[in-house]
């Protein structure tokens, strides 16, 4: 579990490195006891997570689970396709300027059904907006009408823009990156394996 003195003392670099951990103990299933109670507990007085991940609603992709953290490790930030908006964004700030935070995740995951759905050019109610978000990642790859392969190219290349629009969006995130404060990073999770790949 997180305390504030941990959190103070942690580096992004660590930070990564505990998430790198985590799934590593997930794929092995070797995951750590957690005693929920008693962390429930011990929070109530606040929290100093470590990390914020921004990742898609996919219900077979919850990070704390895929990095095996604990309630109070870090921010959950979720929706579909993992698109960037300003809700997005200024969550983002707010973990890192306010909460401590040493780490912001964009994690995309393979056979993403968002992604899928705009190849397709789904358009259906608010969801058109939303899907409208990752078509810069289509125009640069091409989709190849939905197939699998091509669905994980795309969300890779979508991934890797969610963090370069971060960086150019958010005066906050970059500054602190820029000073070493923060890092951020681009991941993909294989809904196959278990497996997260930080790109």
Known sequence: MITADIQAKMTPQEALAR????????????????????????????????????????????????????????????????????????????????????????LGHTSCGAVTSACKGVKDGHITELLEKINPAIESCGCGGGGNADVDKVTTVHVQNSIDEIRKRSDILREKENTGEIMMVAAMYDITTGLVTFM
Not at 25 to 33: L, P
Not at 48 to 53: L, N
Not at 79 to 104: Q, T
């Open 19 to 106: 998430l790198k951990e985590g799934n590593d103990r997930f794929v092995k299933n070797y995951r750590e006891q957690h005693n929920y109670r008693d962390e429930v507990a011990s929070l109530v007085s606040g929290q100093w997570p470590f990390a914020v991940v921004l990742s898609c609603i996919d219900s077979r992709t919850s990070p704390s689970i895929i990095f095996d953290q604990s309630i109070g490790d870090f921010f959950n930030t979720r929706v579909a396709g993992n698109v960037v908006n300003n809700d997005v964004l200024a969550s983002m700030e707010y973990a890192v300027k306010y909460a401590g935070s040493k780490l912001v995740v964009v």
